[in-house]
């Protein structure tokens, strides 16, 4: 099983670098859209002395690969491995493809395509746990080197190439190019978050035993149970934990104007959802039908 995993992996990160090279061959380029870390580096040696990018990446990331190779795991080497040798090889081979992409000179359109397919291109690779060398192994040096977030270090390294890009374009490409940055995190954020996004609700209410069923029972939505005690009264609450869609957020506040208009809320956004109910079957919820709570006496079966 662990063969076929490893296979399938490589796959992804073959197809990943596929569509990463064709956006920046025929749109990054075309378009003079600058890009980050080493890919970026690369655009700007084509752009002053003609070399070409399939060559540059790969040697840029050589000596890179040799200083990372402690920082990263074996897994991760390998894969990134692969991930910078199959880049360089699209590269080369989409540049051998007669093939015009007419965005009619709009930068805007150009910027959104090339960040779509850059995000999913990474995207697909990240999800498996490779890289493409460059600017993420410079930054796990320097993290390792100087204790400073990954996430930063790779902005910073980000702002240096795209500044030192300037040097063959204007600004206005240049400002195109931070939207195609911003489109590239999105879809890049959205792949590997899962493509789903929820709404976390912690629900303060002395009502709770009330709440919950009614909760599970128009909602399908499982809901937990919290111990907690108010700051001034020391008093033992129970604080209910459930995870929504975002378009049930309205039906749950418009359920606690109904029960508890007292009751505290707090939501917090969920960055990735598993389980029943969200990345399961229909079929293979679990059925809350079986609580009727009794709405006239304000009795439940929880109570």
Same mark, same amino acid.
Do not use: C
């Given at each position: 099983?662990?063969?076929?995993?490893?296979?399938?992996?490589?796959?992804?990160?073959?197809?990943?670098?596929?569509?990463?090279?064709?956006?920046?061959?025929?749109?990054?380029?075309?378009?003079?859209?600058?890009? #980050?870390? $080493?890919?970026?580096?690369?655009?700007?040696?084509?752009?002053?002395?003609?070399?070409?990018?399939?060559?540059?990446?790969?040697?840029?990331? $050589?000596?890179?690969?040799?200083?990372?190779?402690?920082?990263?795991g074996k897994r991760t080497f390998l894969y990134t491995i692969l991930g910078t040798v199959t880049l360089s090889g699209w590269l080369y081979l989409w540049q051998k493809v007669?093939? $015009?992409?007419?965005?009619?000179?709009?930068?805007?359109?150009?910027?959104?395509?090339? #960040?779509?397919?850059?995000?999913?291109?990474?995207?697909?690779?990240?999800?498996?746990? #490779?890289?493409?060398?460059?600017?993420?192994?410079?930054?796990?040096?320097?993290?390792?080197?100087?204790?400073?977030?990954?996430?930063?270090?790779?902005?910073?390294?980000?702002?240096?190439?795209?500044?030192?890009?300037?040097?063959?374009?204007?600004?206005?490409?240049?400002?195109?190019?931070?939207?195609?940055?911003?489109?590239?995190?999105?879809?890049?954020?959205?792949?590997?978050?899962?493509?789903?996004?929820?709404?976390?609700?912690?629900?303060?209410?002395?009502?709770?035993?009330?709440?919950?069923?009614?909760?599970?029972?128009?909602?399908?939505?499982?809901?937990?149970?919290?111990?907690?005690? #108010?700051?001034?009264?020391?008093?033992?609450?129970?604080?209910?934990?459930?995870?929504?869609?975002?378009?049930?957020?309205?039906?749950?506040?418009?359920?606690?104007?109904?029960?508890?208009?007292?009751?505290?809320?707090?939501?917090?956004?969920?960055?990735?959802?598993?389980?029943?109910?969200?990345?399961?079957?229909?079929?293979?919820?679990?059925?809350?039908?079986?609580?009727?709570?009794?709405?006239?006496?304000?009795?439940?079966?929880?109570?």
């Amino acid at each position: 099983m662990k063969g076929w995993k490893v296979l399938g992996d490589s796959f992804v990160i073959v197809v990943g670098s596929g569509i990463f090279a064709f956006g920046l061959v025929f749109i990054n380029l075309p378009n003079q859209l600058a890009q #980050g870390g $080493v890919t970026g580096v690369s655009l700007i040696l084509k752009a002053l002395w003609n070399v070409n990018p399939a060559i540059s990446t790969l040697l840029l990331n $050589v000596p890179i690969l040799l200083l990372g190779g402690r920082v990263l795991g074996k897994r991760t080497f390998l894969y990134t491995i692969l991930g910078t040798v199959t880049l360089s090889g699209w590269l080369y081979l989409w540049q051998k493809v007669p093939l $015009v992409i007419d965005l009619e000179q709009d930068l805007l359109l150009a910027a959104l395509v090339a #960040g779509l397919l850059a995000g999913i291109g990474s995207g697909l690779i990240y999800k498996v746990g #490779g890289t493409t060398g460059g600017g993420d192994v410079i930054a796990k040096i320097l993290q390792k080197k100087t204790d400073i977030a990954v996430g930063r270090l790779l902005f910073f390294l980000d702002v240096l190439v795209l500044g030192a890009s300037l040097t063959y374009l204007s600004l206005k490409p240049l400002l195109y190019t931070v939207l195609f940055s911003f489109v590239f995190t999105k879809i890049l954020d959205t792949i590997l978050t899962g493509g789903y996004r929820g709404k976390g609700l912690l629900i303060i209410s002395n009502k709770a035993d009330h709440l919950a069923p009614l909760l599970m029972t128009r909602l399908q939505r499982g809901v937990s149970f919290l111990k907690g005690a #108010g700051g001034y009264s020391n008093e033992a609450k129970k604080i209910i934990y459930i995870v929504v869609s975002p378009r049930e957020l309205r039906e749950v506040k418009t359920l606690l104007q109904e029960v508890d208009q007292e009751a505290f809320v707090s939501v917090l956004d969920v960055h990735e959802v598993a389980g029943a109910g969200f990345t399961y079957e229909q079929h293979k919820q679990p059925s809350y039908q079986k609580f009727k709570p009794n709405l006239r006496y304000g009795k439940t079966p929880l109570g």
